[in-house]
């Protein structure tokens, strides 16, 4: 379940991104007030943690990964 999470805090994070990049509009700080408001900087940490845990994804069994597909 906390991969899971962390995927979509980083799908989130990638989507903020490339609306950044191409059209210079940051999502995240539009809905929480800013690129320094305070809800926008948790959003923004959460996005970074979850980026860190992902690592972790590269150094998993596939096979255990495989697994727990098949069991949802």
Same mark, same amino acid.
């Given at each position: 379940?906390?991969?899971?999470?962390?995927?979509?805090?980083?799908?989130?994070?990638?989507?903020?991104?490339? %609306? +950044?990049?191409?059209?210079?509009?940051?999502?995240?700080?539009?809905? @929480?007030?800013? !690129?320094?408001?305070?809800? /926008? $900087?948790?959003?923004?940490? %959460? +996005?970074?943690?979850?980026?860190?845990?992902?690592?972790?994804?590269? @150094?998993?069994? !596939?096979?255990?990964?495989? /697994? $727990?597909?098949?069991?949802?």
């Amino acid at each position: 379940m906390l991969d899971r999470i962390a995927l979509f805090l980083l799908v989130v994070g990638g989507v903020n991104w490339g %609306l +950044v990049g191409l059209f210079e509009f940051d999502l995240v700080a539009f809905l @929480f007030g800013g !690129s320094t408001a305070v809800l /926008s $900087r948790i959003v923004y940490v %959460l +996005v970074a943690v979850s980026a860190i845990w992902c690592i972790s994804l590269f @150094f998993k069994d !596939s096979e255990l990964i495989e /697994s $727990r597909q098949h069991d949802l």
